[in-house]
């Protein structure tokens, strides 16, 4: 499959620094079909065990234990003790394929008691099965799709789903961005916005007694707005920003936050979650994420090599920042080019490349930068042990 064949080039400066190299260049990369067309929002999307399920994976604190008690807890009360899972309100995430979108071997409740059941060890059987049964219950909830050319959106014809959770509190936001494939564009310079894009609500919040602020907001006039406002609307500045959310043409779409809610639109859309100004004593805003996308091998294998948020994502962005910074240090140290690379040789190289090429130049500045990442971590470690 040629990526003619696949994607329209564009180029795009956004104001973003998500790059592995030094090249100003960043190409946009929009799929040529099946991109969704509108906004469509769905209540309970989610029924209330899962949302349950999802709430608690994403905000108790993770033990070490795996004594057999613990695990036969587990597997006997089938929901409670999710604190040996992982550590509390960290993000994640997972990717699955659409094979198993649609396989019916993949059961989302035998995965999900199976990642229980396994205790610390089941972690990516629970993310995967909560991606699964999201993806499928967004759906199945919107129904028919349809996609900008006005043909029936095809599920079947995209490679998966990325699938993510973050979990917030008082006066958190997200910036006003485009989805797209992250680690791709860090190495590679070319955005590529997912097919359809969209969030599932799972925190206990009906009205505004349990929520206020926290609104997802969608805005329908796609890349051209984008081009406008830029990565976190950096290229038109927040007041301009903040003006085109209150003015009534500018195409924005709110969703306000409930429990069980749905909404899926057109992969290239920007949009933002308001700061949340109140949340009920005790109670976190968490919100699953959900990126589709095409078949095209480069970016499918960087997708199922590190998902976003996953900790394999986070590692090897962390690896990559402390390899450019490795890579100035002995630059600036009077390295010569013949031994040291540039930066922007490094830029089409990635991490797993060099590991299996320990001859490369730039193996032992990546060794070094490992080190540093896992220095960093253990610091962090010791940090949240001792608070």
């Known amino acids: 499959m040629k990526d003619d064949d696949v994607f329209n080039y564009s180029v795009i400066h956004d104001g973003s620094n998500h790059s592995n190299n030094t090249e100003k260049v960043t190409l946009l990369a929009l799929a040529k079909k099946n991109v969704v067309e509108g906004i469509h929002v769905k209540d309970n999307v989610l029924s209330e065990v899962w949302c349950d399920r999802v709430y608690d994976y994403a905000t108790t604190e993770m033990q070490t234990s795996t004594d057999e008690e613990t695990k036969s807890s587990i597997v006997g009360s089938g929901e ?14 997972n990717y699955i394929e659409t094979k198993e979108i649609f396989g019916s071997e993949f059961s989302s409740e035998e995965l999900w008691l199976k990642g229980v059941a396994a205790g610390i060890d ?28 006005g043909a029936p959106f095809d599920m079947k014809d995209t490679h998966g789903a990325a699938v993510w959770c973050l979990s917030s509190t008082e006066s958190d936001s997200v910036d006003y961005h485009i989805d797209y ?13 997912p097919l359809v894009a969209g969030t599932v609500q799972v925190s206990a919040v009906w009205g505004s007694e349990q929520m206020q602020g926290g609104e997802l907001a969608v805005n329908g006039q796609g890349i051209a707005h984008y081009r406008r406002f830029g990565y976190k609307g950096k290229l038109a500045g927040p007041q301009a920003l903040e003006a085109d959310l209150q003015a009534e043409s500018s195409g924005w779409v709110c969703v306000p936050y409930r429990r ?11 949009h933002l979650a308001r700061p949340v100004r109140f949340l009920a004593a005790g109670l976190r805003r968490v919100v699953l994420g959900v990126n589709v996308f095409p078949r095209h091998p480069p970016l499918n294998e960087c997708c199922l090599r590190a998902p976003e948020h996953s900790r394999a994502f986070n590692r090897t962005v962390k690896l990559y920042q402390a390899l450019k910074t490795s890579s100035s240090s002995s630059s600036s140290s009077g390295s010569s080019a013949s031994s ?15 590991l299996k090429n320990p001859r490369h130049p730039l193996a032992r500045l990546l060794v070094l930068a490992a080190r540093k990442v896992k220095q960093s971590e253990r610091e962090a470690s010791k940090e949240t042990a001792i608070t």
Request: aromatic letters at 4%; glycine letters at 8%; proline letters at 7%.
């Open 181 to 193: 494939a992250e680690l791709f564009r860090y190495e590679t310079q070319v955005v590529v916005p």
């Open 80 to 93: 409670q003790k999710l604190k040996t899972l992982r550590e509390a309100n960290r993000p994640w995430g």
């Open 340 to 354: 040291c690379p540039a930066p922007s040789a490094a830029s089409r190289l990635r991490a797993s490349d060099l």
């Open 260 to 270: 069980g809610r749905g909404t899926l639109f057109g992969g290239p859309l920007p």
């Open 122 to 149: 089941g972690s990516d059987l629970c993310e995967k099965a909560i991606a699964l049964e999201a993806v499928r219950s967004l759906l199945a909830a919107v129904g028919d799709l349809h996609t900008s050319e």
